[in-house]
C-alpha cells in the first residue's frame, strides 16, 4: 500500500508558484521522498527527490518538514504543460527500490 | 538517462487469447518492473522482472496470467494470458539505470484493449 496521501486535484493559475502537499507520518529513517508526475497519455518521469535537506533542480523544488512527516513540491512558475497528475512516493534507496504509487493529485495549470 | 521502447504501443485483442509486450532498453539496467494502469487509475506494480531468474510477482499478480522473461540486461516481455475485457489497461515498463539507482525510467506504455 502507498504510504503517502496527497489531494486529489488542486488548481493553479498559470505563472504563479503551484504547491503540492504531501502527508508521509510513517517514513522510516531510510526512506527518501520522491515526486514523480504523468502527463496524459505518457509514462511518468522523475522529477525531484529528497531524504531531509531541501532541494532543488531545474524543475521544481522540494520541502520538507523537520520531521519529515510532510513535504510540498514547488513548481516555482507553472504553465500549461505542467498539468498533470503529480505522484509523490517514499522509497528506500536501497533494497528492491521499486516505486509504489498512490493516487496521486491532478494539478490543472489555467491560463 | 535510459531510453525505453516498448512494442506495441497499442493493440485490440480478442478474449481468450495471449499478447507478448516487449520491452527494450537501450542501456544495461540494474532492475526492470512492469507495471498495469487501469482506465482513471494509478499505476499497480505487477512485478520485478530478474535477469536469468524468475520474476517477483506482487500480491495479486500470478505467474500463469502474466509470464515474464528477462533473457538479459536491456529486454524483458511481459504477456498478459487469456485476457477478458477487465486485463483492457495500459502496461508500463520502468527501469533503474547501473549507476544511477536515484531514479526510475518509465516506457510510454502499451494500451491494451480486450473485446
Known amino acids: 500500500d502507498a504510504k503517502t496521501t496527497q489531494p486529489t486535484s488542486m488548481d493553479c493559475a498559470e505563472g504563479r508558484a503551484a504547491n503540492l502537499p504531501c502527508n508521509h507520518s510513517?517514513?522510516?529513517?531510510?526512506?527518501?521522498v520522491y515526486w514523480y508526475r504523468q502527463i496524459h497519455s505518457q509514462g511518468p518521469q522523475y522529477i525531484i527527490h529528497?531524504?531531509?535537506n531541501n532541494e532543488t533542480n531545474e524543475m521544481a523544488s522540494l520541502i520538507i518538514t523537520e520531521d519529515r512527516k510532510s513535504s510540498t513540491l514547488i513548481l516555482p512558475h507553472a504553465t500549461l504543460r505542467d498539468t498533470a497528475v503529480y505522484y509523490c512516493?517514499?522509497?528506500?534507496?536501497?533494497?528492491?527500490?521499486?516505486?509504489?504509487f498512490g493516487q496521486g493529485t491532478r494539478l490543472t495549470i489555467n491560463p | 538517462s535510459a531510453v525505453i521502447s516498448q512494442k506495441p504501443s497499442r493493440d485490440i485483442c480478442q478474449r481468450g487469447t495471449s499478447l507478448t509486450i516487449q520491452c527494450q532498453v537501450d542501456?544495461?539496467?540494474?532492475?526492470m518492473f512492469w507495471y498495469r494502469q487501469q482506465p482513471g487509475q494509478s499505476l499497480t506494480l505487477i512485478a520485478t522482472a530478474n535477469q536469468g531468474s524468475e520474476a517477483t510477482y506482487e500480491s495479486g499478480f500470478v505467474i500463469d496470467k502474466f509470464p515474464i522473461s528477462r533473457p538479459n540486461l536491456t529486454f524483458s516481455t511481459l504477456t498478459v494470458s487469456n485476457m477478458s475485457p477487465e486485463d483492457s489497461s495500459i502496461y508500463l515498463c520502468s527501469v533503474i539505470a547501473r549507476g544511477k539507482n536515484t531514479e526510475a525510467f518509465f516506457g510510454q506504455g502499451t494500451r491494451l484493449t480486450v473485446v
Open positions: 512516493i517514499v522509497r528506500p534507496l536501497g533494497g528492491a527500490q521499486k516505486l509504489v
Open positions: 542501456s544495461q539496467v540494474t532492475m
Open positions: 510513517t517514513i522510516s529513517g531510510n526512506e527518501y
Open positions: 529528497g531524504l531531509k
